[in-house]
């Protein structure tokens, strides 16, 4: 039995422990008071996925799209932190424009612990100062090269056939298209930026493209996204332990087959692709073994990952407006050329006005929070904003302002950008630099890859339109968010 002082020591050691969780978690859930007369969205809206199948353009409707149209700015909690979201353009210009105050600060600074930041660590898309001039000057040229369209064609080709035999085996069924593109996206990036053969598109059960697959599923699950702190203690949570290694089987078997392809390559192909650049860089002693890694890994994900979703977007918007996806195959078709050139894809009006129309209503990443306040600011002359502060912008809902787009901002509508190739890229010229349209970010750090993305996409409409048509499975539930664990044939 025990002792009524040892009762009640118990007692006032367990009350103090509710007391610290209780201040710690008022701390951390309680939106700051500043800035002042910014609206927060409750705390709980970003758990609901941990309890709830929900889709998320039902969240941002119901919880974000009213307040985010009305201030401009948003509290939003995310990765254990309540963070400053922008919306209106005016205000993600000015952040652009003044790098320096809205300094980069990626994973690796924000929640340097966790898996998601030991995956890509400390890169050319989130680092600043001389270690992001570095990383740019050994990227950039890689990125901004000419690319041939040969290679793109060829995948987009293999690809075709890839659908036909899954259309061909399930008879009238809809099939599932997004492994598919993820092989084909894979093709892409490693052959023509990496200079690397991933056979994604002729090899099943690729290793490098399941560990990929298991990578992504495991950094982001919700508790661990908002939570990052819980990967402190990795150690104790065999799911964690268990991503880590995922994520570093991940990038040795990257590295390897890059390397591998590398020392087997011509000295006259090595030096104006990524890989080559890297690689050299490494051994030059130019970047560290982990530098390396970091920019290698980030540009095979970005690279691979956002021309993915950016071409499954289209493929479902193409299906659902058959009226756009027929208009657009008879000016392929009208060109009167079966592989497209550079100058053929210049003046295709319409293929970039979809292009264009389906990153402004699915931009890939929809919100980005990796910035910080270096010292105290007013955001348009208005809205205070403390020093240390995380900064971000959502590219989904900028890219729909109705202030900006009209009424129809919401509706997919190409004719928007113009009729000619001129009106067209005067649209999007002036759309970018107000950053009215923010699916390429903007400023200084404006992404490296859209011309391989842009040249990337128009090729595979080219080569799919010349050879296939689609339409929405009518079983399909249309929702931005899958149905959890129950994946349903979209075409």
Not at 76 to 102: C, D, S
Not at 175 to 182: A, F, M, P, V
Not at 283 to 307: H, I, K, M, S, Y
Request: aromatic share 10%; with cysteine.
């Amino acid at each position: 039995m025990f002792s009524g002082a040892l009762i009640a020591m118990l007692s006032k050691v367990l009350l103090a422990g509710v007391v610290v969780l209780t201040l710690s978690l008022y701390w951390v859930l309680v939106p700051p008071r500043h800035p002042r007369n910014i609206p927060a969205v409750p705390f709980w809206v970003t758990l609901l996925p941990l309890f709830f199948d929900v889709d998320q353009e039902n969240t941002y409707r119901r919880y974000i799209r009213k307040p985010l149209q009305q201030y401009g700015v948003i509290k939003i909690f995310f990765g254990g932190q309540w963070n400053l979201v922008i919306q209106r353009p005016t205000y993600v210009a000015e952040m652009f424009k003044h790098e320096e105050v809205y300094q980069k600060s990626g994973n690796q600074k924000k929640i340097p612990h966790s898996v998601l930041a030991e995956f890509l660590g400390d890169n050319i898309i989130s680092s600043r100062g001389d270690d992001w001039k570095l990383y740019r000057n050994i990227i950039k040229p890689g990125l901004q090269k000419t690319f041939e369209t040969q290679p793109i064609v060829a995948n987009a080709r293999k690809l075709c056939s890839l659908l036909k035999k899954s259309q061909q085996a399930l008879g009238s069924q809809g099939i599932l298209i997004q492994n598919h593109i993820q092989c084909y996206t894979t093709a892409n990036i490693s052959k023509c930026v990496l200079q690397a053969e991933i056979e994604s598109l002729s090899t099943e059960n690729d290793t490098l493209m399941k560990l990929q697959l298991a990578v992504k599923r495991e950094i982001f699950k919700p508790i661990f996204m908002n939570f990052p702190l819980l990967d402190r203690f990795g150690s104790f949570i065999p799911s964690r332990a268990h991503a880590r290694e995922l994520v570093r089987r991940f990038s040795s078997e990257l590295e390897s087959r890059l390397v591998r392809d590398h020392t087997e390559m011509p000295d006259s192909e090595a030096s104006d692709n990524v890989g080559s650049r890297l690689i050299a860089a490494r051994d030059r002693g130019e970047l560290t073994q982990q530098q390396f890694r970091d920019n290698l890994n980030v540009t095979f994900v970005a690279g691979q990952e956002n021309p993915q979703l950016l071409l499954i977007s289209t493929m479902y918007l193409l299906g659902k407006y058959p009226e756009v996806q027929c208009r657009l195959r008879s000016e392929i078709e009208g060109c009167g050329a079966d592989e497209p050139s550079h100058l053929i894809l210049r003046d295709m009006p319409y293929l970039t006005s979809v292009t264009y129309e389906s990153l402004r209503l699915f931009p890939p990443i929809s919100q980005l929070i990796n910035r910080r306040v270096a010292k105290p600011v007013v955001l348009g002359g208005e809205i205070y904003i403390p020093q240390n502060t995380y900064v971000g912008y959502n590219c989904y809902a900028t890219n729909r302002d109705p202030t900006v787009w009209g009424k129809t901002a919401d509706e997919f509508r190409p004719e928007r950008w113009g009729s000619t190739t001129k009106e067209i890229s005067m649209r999007y010229r002036v759309a970018r630099a107000r950053a009215e349209f923010t699916s390429f970010h903007g400023g200084s750090r404006a992404c490296l890859g859209e011309t391989f993305a842009l040249l990337e996409m128009k090729l595979s409409l080219f080569i799919l339109l010349k050879n296939l048509s689609w339409r929405l499975d009518p079983k399909w539930e249309d929702r931005k968010t899958p149905v959890r664990n129950l994946p349903r044939p979209l075409f």
